[in-house]
């Protein structure tokens, strides 16, 4: 019983250390700080956007669109006015949807194409300028389209002409 007592008078004779308030106030709002920080950053650093008020959509037909994904850039003379958000099967043809700058107008029988950048570089879409004055609406589809020139069916297309030239000769 003695040792009970004299445990209680030691936990009464050590006080508890106060809690400061403000201390972890500021570490806590510190840390919600950073957080946010960093949240912002990776959003930013990801491309994505809450709101699209400075860009539309709109819808271009391809045969063929072997390479192309999303995020591709779309040029004009150059000049990035936009990008690839989506590529979708509609049979027998690829839709791919163009985010462009509401600055930028696309008429109906401007010419969309598919083009590597380099000799085996990514593949972005290209859009020549046609002389028509209707413009196509968000949401429009641009029907003018010039598929990938694959360079591998244009070897095997030789290497299978070149074998058929061999054989003609063997048979004479």
Same mark, same amino acid.
């Given at each position: ?12 004779? $050590? &006080?508890?250390p ?14 919600l ?8 950053? @990776?959003?930013?650093? #990801? ?16 045969d063929? $669109? ?10 004009? @003379?150059?000049? &990035?006015?936009?990008? =690839?958000? #989506? =590529? ?22 401007? $010419?969309?194409? +598919?083009?590597?950048?380099? *000799?085996? #570089?990514?593949?972005?879409?290209? *859009?020549?300028?046609? @002389?028509?004055?209707?413009? +196509? ?13 694959? $360079?591998?069916? *244009? *070897? #095997?297309? +030789? ?12 048979? =004479?």
């Open positions: 019983m003695d040792q009970s007592k004299s445990n209680k008078a030691t936990e009464d004779a $050590i &006080p508890m106060k809690r400061g308030f403000t201390l972890e106030f500021f570490v806590g709002l510190f840390a700080v950073g957080c946010l920080a960093v949240g912002y950053q @990776a959003v930013g650093l #990801g491309g994505f956007t809450l709101t699209n008020s400075d860009t539309y959509e709109i819808l271009a037909e391809f063929n $669109i072997s390479g192309l994904k999303a995020g591709a850039p779309v040029e004009i @003379a150059g000049v &990035p006015v936009g990008e =690839v958000v #989506g =590529v979708q099967l509609k049979d027998p043809e690829a839709l791919v949807s163009l985010r462009l700058n509401k600055t930028i107008e696309i008429f109906d029988d401007d $010419i969309a194409s +598919i083009r590597t950048q380099g *000799i085996i #570089g990514d593949r972005y879409v290209k *859009i020549s300028r046609g @002389a028509s004055d209707t413009v +196509i609406q968000p949401g429009g589809i641009i029907i003018e389209t010039e598929s990938v020139v694959d $360079i591998e069916d *244009i *070897i #095997g297309k +030789i290497v299978h002409s070149l074998g058929a030239d061999d054989e003609s000769e063997d048979d =004479v």
